[in-house]
């Protein structure tokens, strides 16, 4: 993570409040700390960055998580997925797209490197061929939905689509409650498995 660190420590909005060499540090420092953001890999001593994930979701369910790890394998990918983690980014990232992805996260977007979501597209890809989605979305709640899965912010939404910031957010509760999804992780699940978007 040296490497992260030093891309971090080069942004004057953004602090490192704490490095810890396991899950278990990490737990620790954030029963006793206010944190907005959680960067962990995947692969760590003690405890995986999954089960990290899952008990900072549990416990610190205000917490945002990114993952950043040098593998976006299937089963990595769906995993990270499965405990809905905000954001994925490969350890190979520019600083650039770290910056952002961190910004994004932190105002309540989300951040899935495109590989990430090619790797996941591709994994659903021949169940989605012969899955038919039972939910039916306007023009608009699809347009939505593709600025969501593209990271875009609700304010730059609303811009784009010359709507008002709360006229978005209606939408985004529209298709949370019509996909079942609980949070806007599982929403762009939803919307890759049955290809209702582009990646």
Known sequence: MDGIRNMLRKTDDIWIVGEF????????????????????????????????????????????????????????????????????????????????????VIEGGTYYSREVLQTMLQKVMPAANTLVSHVELTTREREVLQLIAEEYTTAEIAKKLFISPRTVETYRKHLLQKTEARSVVGLIRFAIKHQLIQV
Request: aromatic share 6%; proline share 4%; net charge negative.
């Open 21 to 104: 060499m396991d899950g278990r540090e990490a737990l620790d420092f954030l029963a006793h700390n206010e944190v907005d953001l959680l960067i962990t890999d995947l692969q760590m001593p003690k405890m995986s960055g999954i089960d990290l994930c899952k008990k900072v979701k549990a416990s610190f369910p205000a917490l945002k998580v990114l993952v950043l790890s040098m593998h976006h394998d299937p089963e990595s990918v769906q995993q990270v997925f499965d405990v809905q983690a905000e954001g994925f980014l490969l350890k190979n990232t520019s600083r650039r797209e770290l910056q952002e992805a961190i910004y994004r």
